[in-house]
């Protein structure tokens, strides 16, 4: 029970103590990504404010940065507190000890105060997160044992996650650094690390400002004479919790340090503590167990960010985000929406197609992004122009080179039929499978699927004896639900992915969609998206309009009732609003049928694909 006094200097804040004696300062700056870092900032904390307790880490970049500050400012270094954290691309034995001395290298230091582990899952395809976090665990402990780390944590661990580590026998967590803010109060974790004397931090005090313009909030500023950000920084100290407010502004700065000349009622801390709805502003790690679950048992939560977004386990053990956004064909291709999805909405799964004419674009929009490419699944298909063996790896080689990037997340056969005249469809297929099967093995796919096959499609290659496809990409929407397709996927472990989840629009008018959108307070295309993905079915709805995009990723944040997904699956009719691949089958196509394809092609009519030429 830490007593905030109501008057002190930042350089006299109050310190937490830790289990093995070490004091962390309640109050720190929090530092952001490269592009929101703050020289400025940091030097305001350290200089004027008299804040001695930075929180970075290696994700967000800036450790170098953070160390020219360190020394511009001239405190000495035992009178800071610096934490920092190990991504999980670098979770593991080794390679966890390395990345912390990269850390000190970069930072400018010998040691550092406290070392996290940034997040519970490991990220690493194959791998079962229960072990990696115990080797890596085993790894912090040495660095703690070395005086590389002062003292070592996690952060964003939930109960499960601690008592792993916990069961292990070795060093208890010293602090678990997670989301904290009115609206978001994991009691039950704050009162288990108490319990475990694990010193609870939390990040993102004022919900990434969505806390700054609550009513009750904003009267307990004017109440207090405060601003809104002192009361949620004030409330978050006065709970004894560490708080690490963000800003790169100095103003604000300053004013966040402004918190320990009053305190808050009782009653208004009460007030505060009742407004609580489970949000996350930032990630949430409920679905990361410790093992890869079953891709027909993914529990999709009520609340997360896009960047938290559920993944759904490949069968090779990659994990694939089940939202993402679908790009459109060359005209009705929109930098600034993609730009919207990776850099505002936090989506980090693109899908696009060598047919659509868009890749080169999606590649700049990547590199403009500043995203990093181990963060994104990317998604490209191979076109039936270029089915074959040697043409199919080529092709391959080209969507990487035009996206700028050494390999895909995913590769997609975009079509079941072959359309090269005189050709078997089987044939093809089947030659054209076993060049993604080696580019699989070469590493330039990830993983590889399919698109628009159906089940006897699917039996064809699973009959050949070598990989079964890890995806099926196929129209999925409530006028349109294979549910004998989505079974056979389940049952024989091929992720079932869907597009046109709002029926090309048609479904956004339907008056049983209406009502949902009505009584749940969302858009129509929200209610046929959240369906979709809390069937289990990766879902990759497309818009060209920023605003739209927005949005269509504002699907985490409420759930359907079991009534509702009854009734949305009723309303389905068998009908197509893209291709159909019903008739095609693994016999030869003449030449003159290839010409009337091509017909329907350039005549934009390829999406009709019941024509009885298709027949064979």
């Known amino acids: ?29 929090g530092t952001s990504h490269v592009g929101g870092y703050s020289h400025e900032a940091v030097l305001c904390a350290l200089k004027e404010c008299g804040i001695r307790h930075i929180d970075t880490s290696k994700r967000n970049g800036c450790e170098e940065a953070l160390g020219k500050a360190v020394v511009d400012s001239g405190v000495p270094r035992e009178e800071l507190w610096l934490t920092s954290k190990l991504w999980p691309l670098d979770y593991g034995y080794q390679s966890a000890k390395q990345a912390c001395r990269d850390s000190c290298a970069r930072l400018g230091v010998d040691y550092l105060d406290l070392y996290l582990m940034h997040w519970p899952d490991c990220m690493i395809p194959g791998a079962s997160n229960h072990e990696v976090r115990a080797e890596t665990w085993r790894a912090l402990e040495e660095l703690y044992d070395e005086g590389l780390c002062r003292a070592i944590g996690v952060s964003n661990f939930l109960i499960r996650h601690l008592n792993e580590l916990k069961d292990r026998g070795g060093i208890v967590p ?51 004479g405060r601003s809104a950000s002192q009361i949620c920084i004030r409330w978050s100290i006065q709970n004894g919790v560490v708080t690490i407010p963000k800003s790169t502004k100095p103003e604000r700065v300053h004013e966040n340090c402004q918190v320990f000349g009053f305190s808050l009622d009782d009653s208004d801390m009460t007030a505060l503590s009742l407004l609580h709805d489970g949000r996350h502003v930032s990630w949430d790690p409920t679905n990361l167990l410790h093992y890869f679950t079953d891709c027909n048992m993914v529990t999709i939560p009520n609340s997360c960010t896009a ?3 559920p993944t759904v386990p490949l069968s090779n053990g990659r994990n694939i985000p089940i939202l993402g956004l679908g790009t459109s064909h060359a005209g009705g291709y929109s930098h600034e929406a993609v730009l919207c999805a990776l850099q505002e909405c936090g989506i980090r799964h693109i899908d696009t197609a060598k047919r659509y004419g868009c890749e080169e674009a999606l590649g700049k929009a990547v590199v403009d992004s500043g995203v990093p490419r181990e963060e994104l699944w990317l998604t490209t298909k191979l076109w039936p122009g270029d089915y074959g063996y040697q043409s199919a790896k080529q092709a391959c080689r080209d969507s990487c080179a035009r996206l700028g990037v050494d390999y895909l997340d995913l590769y997609l056969m975009h079509w079941p039929d072959c359309m090269i005249p005189g050709a078997s469809n089987h044939e093809v297929r089947a030659e054209t499978w076993r060049a993604l099967e080696e580019l699989y093995d070469e590493g330039l796919c990830r993983a590889i699927g399919v698109s628009n096959f159906l089940i006897r499609h699917l039996n064809e290659l699973k009959d050949r004896g070598g990989i079964v496809p890890h995806v099926n990409q196929v129209e999925f929407h409530p006028f349109q639900q294979p549910l004998e397709l989505v079974e056979y996927c389940r049952k024989e472990n091929i992720v079932f992915e869907g597009y046109c989840p709002l029926a090309k629009g048609q479904a956004l008018t339907h008056p049983t969609i209406m009502a949902l959108a009505q009584k749940y307070g969302h858009s129509a295309s ?27 990723c504002q699907v985490f944040g409420f759930s359907l009732d079991d009534s509702d997904m009854a009734a949305l699956s009723l309303l389905h009719d068998g009908r197509h609003v893209s291709w159909d691949p019903t008739n095609v089958f693994g016999f030869k196509l003449t030449a003159e049928d290839m010409d009337q394809i091509s017909d329907l092609h350039t005549n934009h009519k390829l999406i009709h694909l019941t024509y009885p030429l298709w027949k064979g």
């Open 1 to 29: 029970m830490v007593t905030i006094p109501n008057s002190c200097t930042a350089l006299s804040c109050p310190t937490v103590p830790l289990s093995n004696g070490r004091n962390i300062p309640i109050l720190g700056l």
């Open 174 to 224: 010293h602090v678990n650094q997670v989301e904290f803010h009115p609206f978001q109060q994991p009691l039950e974790l704050v009162e288990y690390c108490r319990k475990e004397n694990i010193v609870f931090e939390g990040y993102c005090p004022l919900a990434k400002g969505q806390a700054l313009t609550h009513p009750t909030i904003m009267a307990l500023a004017q109440k207090y």
């Open 307 to 309: 960047l938290s977004c």
């Open 526 to 552: 929200q209610i046929c998206i959240r369906w979709s993905i809390q069937n289990g079915v990766v879902t990759i709805p497309k818009s060209t309009k920023p605003e739209r995009v927005h949005e269509n």
